[in-house]
């Protein structure tokens, strides 16, 4: 869980949205129980109030013995009940002279006959034949204030929860909807890398726009470096050619020049080579057809005695056109290195990939000759550093491409390049 928090900024935000929505709605829960809680407490005891008053003005005096009485009684069918918790009494210095039925002839106390609490609240009221003061007391049950809070606080919980959920579900909304620019982000990032445009447009966002500029002047800076790596790997090559080709020259009765020369040779090319990969330069994209197609007009002149086909419709992918012409070309060439009589290349387009398969009727390889085929040259009598494969080995892992080697239908070498289609 703490690692998809760290790894997640969604994660976070809804973490930070569904705290802040149960702290703002939990402190406003315990508010109103409370507050909702002094209300119901402030009305029971208007209530209380109310009956006491209410008996007051029902005190008089009996005409036949003068003593007091309660003219009637009060409607509410409780305080007839033998010990229901609610009751009432008069006290006149000290003596009850009337009470509710529900006290069943004893005294109003904080606890009752059967232990309940009570919640007492009582008056001094003159007496209606101008005899002493009396006291007026009602008493209700604690329980009975408990239910009401508790009905209070079930309707805040009614009230709160939906809104709970309503709120994490528009904080959810919001969380969504300020990722929005991000995911844009990221799909133009993902159409760089595709090749389908070569700089992030500028975002809307005043907080986005920073990193989009600095996104596009690396990419600016890459590129320029690039350009310069090719241009020194140029130049080198060249200033390479002429020291090499003097010192083949040289006498060598016993062959150790002509070696070291050779070595010099393929180390140069391979790093030569190396250099001309183009890679990460994003937002490049090539038409395979037109690439292959011109390859092949090359390829007939270095190898007239070979019949070269193309086949499949034209698609574009999301390569460098001359890192896939260094892949093509050392593919093709290979293939015409060692085929018999005909080489057969066939574009297979598969949704968001796009495979080309060179197939040529030579000797082909066995497991293990393909499997150390990559950076080895296998056959001396064909000119050749051996390199071509790892060179197009390590222009396709730039690529999330891959190289796959295996038996073509006519028995020799079929090599599978599947390389990402551009949109």
């Known amino acids: 869980m703490i690692t998809l928090f760290r790894s997640s900024l969604r994660a976070r935000l809804a973490l930070v949205a569904f705290v802040s929505v149960a702290a703002v709605l939990g402190a406003s829960g315990l508010w109103l129980d409370q507050r909702l809680g002094s209300v119901v407490t402030l009305s029971f005891d208007r209530r209380l109030e109310t009956i006491l008053i209410a008996l007051a003005t029902a005190l008089d005096v009996d005409d036949d013995s003068g003593a007091l009485v309660v003219a009637h009684r009060l409607p509410d069918p409780r305080f007839e009940a033998a010990l229901s918790g609610w009751y009432w009494e008069v006290e006149e210095e000290g003596v009850v002279i009337a009470a509710s039925r529900s006290l069943w002839g004893g005294r109003i106390a904080p606890i009752d006959a059967r232990g309940e609490a009570l919640r007492v609240v009582s008056r001094d009221v003159p007496s209606p034949d101008d005899g002493s003061p009396l006291i007026i007391r009602v008493a209700a049950p604690e329980r009975a204030l408990a239910e009401e809070k508790a009905a209070a606080r079930a309707v805040v919980i009614a009230t709160l929860g939906p809104l709970a959920i309503l709120l994490s579900l528009l904080a959810?909304?919001?969380?969504?909807?300020?990722?929005?620019?991000?995911?844009?982000?990221?799909?133009?990032?993902?159409?760089?890398?595709?090749?389908?445009?070569?700089?992030?447009?500028?975002?809307?966002?005043?907080?986005?726009?920073?990193?989009?500029?600095?996104?596009?002047?690396?990419?600016?800076?890459?590129?320029?470096?690039?350009?310069?790596?090719?241009?020194?790997?140029?130049?080198?090559?060249?200033?390479?050619?002429?020291?090499?080709?003097?010192?083949?020259?040289?006498?060598?009765?016993?062959?150790?020049?002509?070696?070291?020369?050779?070595?010099?040779?393929?180390?140069?090319?391979?790093?030569?080579?190396?250099?001309?990969?183009?890679?990460?330069?994003?937002?490049?994209?090539?038409a395979l057809h037109t690439v292959v197609a011109d390859l092949l007009a090359v390829m007939r002149r270095i190898h007239p005695r070979v019949a070269f086909t193309l086949e499949g419709p034209a698609a574009r992918v999301a390569v460098e056109a001359a890192d896939l012409e260094e892949m093509m070309g050392a593919l093709l060439d290979n293939a015409g290195k060692w085929a018999a009589w005909s080489v057969r290349v066939r574009i297979i387009p598969d949704g968001p990939r796009v495979k080309i398969a060179i197939e040529d009727d030579g000797p082909g390889l066995q497991d293990a000759e393909a499997a150390r085929a990559r950076g080895v040259s296998l056959d001396r009598r064909h000119a050749g550093s051996g390199l071509g494969l790892a060179i197009v080995d390590e222009i396709a892992a730039l690529y999330g491409a891959e190289l796959r080697l295996g038996r073509s239908p006519a028995g020799g070498l079929a090599a599978e390049l599947d390389l990402p289609a551009a949109s």
Request: aromatic share 2%.
């Open 172 to 286: 959810a909304v919001l969380v969504s909807a300020a990722l929005v620019p991000v995911k844009r982000l990221a799909r133009g990032l993902d159409a760089v890398r595709r090749g389908e445009v070569k700089r992030l447009a500028a975002p809307p966002e005043r907080e986005l726009a920073p990193f989009a500029e600095a996104v596009n002047a690396l990419l600016a800076s890459h590129e320029a470096t690039l350009a310069r790596a090719r241009s020194a790997a140029a130049d080198l090559s060249h200033a390479l050619k002429t020291p090499l080709a003097a010192l083949a020259t040289l006498p060598d009765p016993e062959g150790r020049i002509a070696d070291q020369v050779a070595r010099m040779r393929r180390l140069t090319e391979r790093h030569l080579a190396r250099a001309r990969i183009a890679g990460a330069s994003y937002g490049e994209r090539a």
